[in-house]
């Protein structure tokens, strides 16, 4: 069973920073593309950025210069830095995990972390 356990939301100010991280168990996953998604309020889940087993990395274009994905595959683990946070950067953050091959397509999802961008 494998489960994806986002951290490090909370209340920050515009222009601050914050690091939100998840870990992964059950399966080593490094094939996997993982990505971070965002919902805000009233609002469909977005796709935020992205990092591939290879290391290629993808951003949306509001959070581009901005946030930074990376990830440890020997820990299991991804990242999103956020720097120069947004109003509009408010919303639930989840974790997200996939893979695709000829015979099969996998998509595992977090519970989501709050971040809350308010002076």
């Known amino acids: 069973q494998v489960q994806l356990v986002e951290s490090g939301g909370g209340l920050v100010q515009p222009g601050g920073s914050l690091r939100l991280t998840c870990v992964a168990s059950g399966s080593t996953l490094s094939d996997f593309v993982r990505a971070w998604y965002r919902q805000a309020p009233g609002k469909p889940r977005e796709w935020v950025a992205s990092?591939?087993?290879?290391?290629?990395?993808n951003y949306r274009d509001s959070v581009k210069g901005r946030f930074t994905i990376d990830r440890d595959t020997a820990k299991n683990m991804i990242y999103l830095q956020m720097t120069d946070v947004k109003p509009e950067d408010t919303a639930v953050y989840y974790c997200?995990?996939?893979?695709?091959?000829?015979?099969?397509?996998?998509?595992?999802w977090g519970q989501g972390t709050q971040v809350t961008v308010s002076s």
């Open positions: 997200n995990a996939w893979h695709r091959d000829a015979n099969n397509e996998v998509e595992y």
């Open positions: 990092v591939t087993s290879g290391g290629g990395r």
